[in-house]
């Protein structure tokens, strides 16, 4: 109940944990680090991957599945990625009672496995580009976890391409990146920032990653997702090659990208509040419930049932792609109802009771505004279809306000040392480059560079500014930084 | 391409392999045992996710994500579970750069895991039914593996329920016994015997379990799905207890039940022929293929084209659900495209050349029964959607009819043999439900009973005819018998 959740004011990163944990989302499992996640969270979650999925799809990629396992040896053949991930590989030694030969590391990414497969597959450039996608669960095992932020096993997409030159692969990734970019606006209401990691940032094996940024309720960054321009690096370990139109064999070119469960997070620190979880109707499992009021056994309940049947099907065969149900559960209480559906983000709470119902009517509460409205009942389904949509661009629109309010110009070190200090959001401003002020902002500052942004001429804007940390004015560009997840 | 296919006579088993690697459904990987599901396999195995989904759905049952690893203590409270599945466990004993306090096992099966979550949110028969199903990744180490027959690590949906009772656990595995069974039928045109395991091939932690069994075109028997009712044997392991009605508290009843990828291999081996593939239109990515057929550079050609683009746009537009593609590809040869689309099991394959175009019409070629129709352009969209429709439907009339012509009663222990050494098919038959009998078709005749039908009065039918194992006449069930994978 509403009354579990700990103000947003109060401790915000409690609040995040009571909201997950009392709207069902997810619950911690007997396994360090790795939760369940529960009916109302995997249905969210559903939603994404059938979004996703097809906008993934409209890029003409296909999906597949690779093994869980990958040899240990694999991991190691390219240098950087091993040195990545190594600290965070589970390994199956055993198995089969016996030991193994060669331990077996549970995919924490699947570059390396696939490229074994591609390098099997790809003879000629008739087979490019090849564009692989997959649905699944990787390992890395942190040492500090919160439910979907970051746990030890996470759901994700990991999509994997092949391209006979590099500048079409780099063109992939960044196809991509508007891709999540959309599906983030469009289907979770989260608006984002996109850009270019810096290269302590970028995914190891890779030669460039780009990003997409929210800004959560905290005014904290969350990474929502990223893609990598991996040039030839893992062609070259696993021998990717092809023979081309000009009679030369020649190593393909590379993308990967992914997102994963830690979107529902950022889904819930983005729109949700202190009543509990509010969900942009197009990742809604359930859009309306309608409570039907009445003492239990009266024939003026008797009524109010038949009516909220009767208004539900109404709804959906107004609308198809609405899913109403009644909750016609007379031993709990209708106020308890009212609690229950605005904890589990229901969009659209409709209330059926005999007094309203005398005059044809019924209460329409909207889970985003909490505003209640009294309509004839004939006029509920059409209400209902344009309170949804409304609801959807209202969410976006809200979240965006939140973000410009809170993204702010520096134009020297006092100015962004002051606005991390108030932890006022996001700071944008020039940038030398150099490797010292990215760690000044991170020692002194608890903030790290987000991305370069990519929403305009991005290199080049922030030629003429001082470098907001050490004050330079060589080769700046644009970035942003923020205290983040 | 199709001349890569040993014909089924000659080498059933090679004929398999041949027809799942050369349509691309799956390939072998670099791990033991684990294979790669290709696109063309991943796409049959996203229909089938899909079909049963909804009808699992239909019986009020949730999706949920409980974690890949299960603390190895977990496995040994439910001792016959344990011992069942010991010899198949891969064990992480490594994570994280450090040796792991408590081994975690990668599930082979998630009734453990999953209890103990039951176990802390039931708290009273309120809480009752609880029903959820996962689909995910499961491993169990398997000495020898055949492509989606029997593989290391497989994907699966796993369904697991809680009851207040152990008559509505046991229902509710018949429930989902019927869900597979007309999901098989209906989706997979792959019609299934349906009954009990006899104890010896009984889950291990079930007091019973209840299988489809599918007959392959070698006429061995295919176990296809199985439900267990698992009493409250794990219950009492986990103590997941819920307050009752009466004030008492109880242990809770429950039903678990599974299908897998394994499904693959049974639709290949039930449908597809010497050609390659053949899918039932319901599982079917690509309904439709287009064949523009003409000289390259002529100007026939150019009107074949766009005729062919017509024609898929006029099939679309006639039915939603149906997928067209046009094969434009002029660099390879029109005859080379019709073995293709044979051998990844295309449904329908539309050839349209000039002179046909001359006449306003085309050629329809039924992948299932060959059959070449000349039709009129505009007659086809109407065509295409009745042809999918009657091929569902044939291809499995004619497994049935295979299954039913191969399906013998015996009533002696010599016919028994003769027809198990005649690899004759499944064999029907009375059994008197003794161990030595059992033991005995399995070491003289190679065969298992494969279940003890439900499909009329089962266990009284087959009373009064002697054991076809031992002659005896006492207690006698109905059984049935064959090879099997």
Request: proline content about 4%; charged content about 30%.
């Amino acid at each position: 109940m509403a009354e579990k959740i700990t103000p947003r004011e109060t401790d915000f990163s409690q609040w995040y944990l009571d909201v997950v944990l009392n709207a069902r989302l997810a619950d911690y499992s007997p396994v360090k680090g790795c939760m369940v996640i529960r009916p109302n969270g995997y249905s969210i979650w559903e939603k994404i991957r059938d979004s996703l999925d097809r906008r993934i799809r409209a890029t003409g990629t296909r999906n597949a599945y690779f093994p869980l396992f990958i040899p240990e040896s694999f991991l190691s053949r390219e240098a950087e990625h091993v040195e990545g991930f190594a600290p965070e590989l589970a390994v199956v030694t055993q198995a089969g009672g016996k030991e193994l030969e060669e331990r077996l590391v549970v995919r924490p990414t699947s570059e390396t496995i696939i490229n074994s497969m591609f390098s099997k597959w790809i003879q000629s450039y008739r087979d490019l580009p090849l564009k692989l996608n997959q649905w699944a669960n990787v390992v890395r095992w942190e040492m500090r976890t919160r439910l979907f932020l970051r746990t030890t096993e996470f759901l994700w997409q990991e999509g994997h391409t092949c391209h006979a030159t590099p500048e079409e692969a780099e063109q992939m990734s960044r196809e991509i990146l508007d891709v999540y970019r959309n599906f983030c606006e469009e289907t979770l209401a989260m608006p984002v920032y996109w850009g270019l990691k810096t290269d302590s940032e970028r995914f190891a094996g890779a030669v460039r990653t780009y990003c997409i940024e929210g800004m959560m309720q905290d005014r904290k960054a969350l990474q929502a997702g990223t893609t990598h321009f991996l040039g030839d690096n893992f062609a070259k370990a696993f021998e990717t090659k092809f023979l081309d139109s000009d009679g030369k064999e020649k190593l393909v070119h590379q993308s990967s990208w992914g997102v994963s469960t830690r979107l529902i997070g950022g889904l819930v620190m983005t729109h949700s509040d202190d009543k509990g979880l509010v969900l942009p109707p197009s990742v809604a499992e359930t859009h309306v419930v309608i409570i039907p009021i009445g003492k239990k056994g009266s024939p003026e309940l008797e009524s109010v049932l038949i009516a909220s049947e009767k208004l539900a099907e109404a709804i959906r065969s107004s609308n198809a792609s609405v899913c109403v149900q009644v909750d016609a559960d007379m031993t709990k209480q209708a106020g308890w109802k009212f609690h229950e559906v605005e904890l589990i983000g229901i969009p659209l709470r409709i209330e059926v009771g005999p007094r309203d119902l005398d005059k044809n009517q019924a209460v329409v509460a909207r889970r985003d505004t909490g505003k209640k409205e009294f309509l004839p009942l004939e006029k509920i389904p059409a209400f209902v279809t344009e309170a949804l949509g409304l609801m959807q661009k209202n969410l976006l629109d809200k979240a965006k306000k939140f973000r410009d309010e809170n993204t702010h110009r520096a134009g020297s070190y006092e100015e962004f040392k002051k606005l991390m200090a108030d932890n006022a959001g996001f700071v944008e401003g020039a940038w030398c480059q150099g490797k010292e002020c990215e760690e000044k902002a991170k020692t002194e500052n608890k903030s790290t560079i987000r991305c370069l942004p990519l929403d305009s001429a991005w290199n080049k804007i922030a030629e003429k500014d001082p470098c907001i940390l050490c004050g330079a004015q060589k080769e700046n560009v644009r970035a942003i930084m923020a205290k983040s997840y």
